[in-house]
């Protein structure tokens, strides 16, 4: 089967744009997660979806972060405006069941560079 | 709160050296464990996890890991590394199930 997909690879943009990250989950995952890395410092989580439900934006840094995952497929992570501290890895993340024996499959992540 | 933290920040070895890494967790109650790996250019993938019994566990790629609840530990091992096995390794906690809490993550470089 397919694996958590991505896109862009990678992003440069200037502070005060918008950037929107999309990820694409394995098919049949109802569980969509996002989670960031900013340079030297842990990967930590963002938010959790279940179809097209927000469960859990206890990691969502700010108001300037805004997750969608239309019709329960795939989601969007869109940063308006960006600000430099924005800049990091962002992972996106899914599986089928959210109970803690099930594994996360993770996507190769977008590279954000905000200047 | 939960915390994860690993101890090396970058570890270099050369060919068949043994290689050990230690994390330490904090948390009170029932604790599950994993171990992610993330080669070059390549996605996080599950290297291995414990849940419940035998507190050794076995991954992939020869890598197994021992959980010691008496000292907060699930510290990774590999006997006899390879040029391959450079990579990021990170341990990590599922918080209420899901939330995944990630150590710092250790690079490893095994020169050939």
């Known amino acids: 089967e397919a694996g958590v997909t991505q896109f862009p690879s990678h992003s440069v943009i200037e502070k005060g744009q918008t950037v929107t990250l999309r990820c694409d989950p394995i098919s049949g995952h109802d569980n969509l997660y996002w989670y960031r890395r900013v340079m030297g410092k842990e990967i930590k989580f963002l938010l959790h979806f279940v179809k097209e439900s927000k469960q859990d934006e206890s990691g969502m840094p700010n108001n300037r972060f805004l997750a969608e995952r239309t019709g329960g497929t795939y989601s969007t992570l869109k940063v308006q405006p960006a600000e430099l501290e924005d800049s990091g890895v962002y992972f996106c993340?899914?599986?089928?069941?959210?109970?803690?024996?099930?594994?996360?499959?993770f996507g190769p992540g977008t590279r954000l560079t905000v200047t | 709160a939960q915390s994860v933290s690993q101890h090396n920040h970058h570890v270099i070895l050369s060919e068949a050296a043994s290689l050990e890494l230690g994390c330490n967790y904090s948390?009170?109650?029932?604790?599950?464990l994993f171990w992610y790996v993330q080669y070059p250019g390549q996605h996080l993938q599950l290297l291995l996890k414990y849940f419940s019994g035998d507190p050794l566990v076995k991954g992939i790629k020869g890598f197994e890991a021992e959980f010691i609840k008496s000292k907060f530990s699930f510290n990774l091992r590999k006997p006899s590394v390879q040029w391959s096995d450079t990579a990021e390794y990170f341990c990590?906690?599922?918080?209420?199930?899901?939330?995944?809490?990630f150590g710092a993550g250790t690079t490893v470089t095994v020169r050939a």
């Open positions: 993340a899914s599986n089928r069941g959210s109970g803690k024996r099930y594994e996360q499959y």
């Open positions: 990590a906690v599922p918080r209420h199930d899901y939330k995944l809490s």
């Open positions: 948390y009170g109650g029932t604790v599950n």
